[in-house]
């Protein structure tokens, strides 16, 4: 294929700027790699920049034997599974009936599901709802008044409409009902949206830390990223007592050390859901 010049030169600036791109989000990252394994020395005389010197491992060493750590990365966890498989099942058992051309009043019930994406209800009355039913410092708090996402939803129920209606009216012939035909029809044919759509609440549960900072104010339920935010904000409340062990180690290296303790497990699910990725949000977003 025979490009012509301006295509070559989009082609290029294209390239250029998705390289600066990756070098802007990779470049921290190693930063942080380099900083979390240098001695003290070389930290604080900011020496480090993409890599260690004074190569060791003690401030991972100090944060894996800090308890608070594997209480946040629990509670973390918790989140990122428990809390999208319920967002799953609310999001699939919402999407399908609004998928349905018979259901009376769909449009209604998309534009009401549509205005919540841009007018909630306010932090205070938010709040207060949460107050009130009793699920201040309580995981559930974290999880509840976040559990069904409209952008989710519609992608969903976009990728359910595009699934041929021969395939159900075949079902329907040999008796199934409306749960066996979303189970043995459109969650089989919905796997890449599925897949996709998980990965985007867990990411924003494992990155939950503003409704933490509202409802949370026992350590003990403290979920990963506001574990991080005290560590990187506070040091008073840290647990930065750093005994004759880990002399050779500052609150900095300690810091970054935690960062990346938190991140690696997150990064783990990636190349296992990436491939779906581009499938399931263009599959979702063809009608709309």
């Not at 009902?177 to 919905?190: C, D």
Request: charged share 15%.
């Amino acid at each position: 294929m025979i490009r012509t010049r301006s295509e070559s030169i989009f082609q290029y600036v294209n390239a250029a700027l998705l390289t600066l791109l990756s070098l802007s989000i990779i470049l921290p990252f190693i930063h942080i790699i380099a900083k979390s394994l240098s001695s003290e020395a070389y930290v604080l005389a900011k020496e480090i920049v993409f890599w260690p010197k004074g190569f060791n491992f003690l401030s991972y060493e100090y944060v894996l034997q800090n308890k608070q750590f594997y209480h946040s990365l629990t509670n973390s966890i918790f989140l990122a599974v428990v809390g999208t498989l319920i967002s799953m099942i609310i999001t699939v058992l919402a999407a399908y009936p609004l998928s349905r051309k018979h259901l009376p009043l769909s449009r209604m019930f998309m534009l009401l599901i549509i205005i919540t994406m841009f007018f909630s209800g306010g932090i205070i009355p938010t709040y207060l709802i949460v107050k009130e039913t009793g699920l201040l410092n309580s995981i559930w708090s974290l999880i509840l008044p976040v559990a069904l996402s409209p952008f989710n939803l519609i992608l969903i129920r976009n990728f359910f409409q595009a699934v041929p209606d021969s395939l159900e009216e075949s079902a329907r012939i040999d008796g199934a009902s409306n749960i066996r035909v979303l189970m043995s029809i459109y969650l089989p044919l919905s796997v890449p949206s599925i897949a996709t759509i998980s990965m985007f609440y867990a990411v924003g549960y494992w990155n939950s830390f503003f409704q933490a900072m509202m409802y949370i104010t026992e350590r003990r339920w403290m979920p990963m990223q506001m574990y991080l935010l005290q560590l990187v904000t506070d040091e008073r409340t840290a647990d930065l007592n750093i005994s004759d062990v880990f002399r050779e180690i500052t609150p900095e290296t300690i810091r970054a050390a935690a960062i990346l303790c938190a991140v690696i497990p997150i990064l783990c699910v990636y190349p296992f859901i990436q491939k779906y990725f581009v499938q399931g949000i263009m599959l979702g977003a063809e009608k709309g």
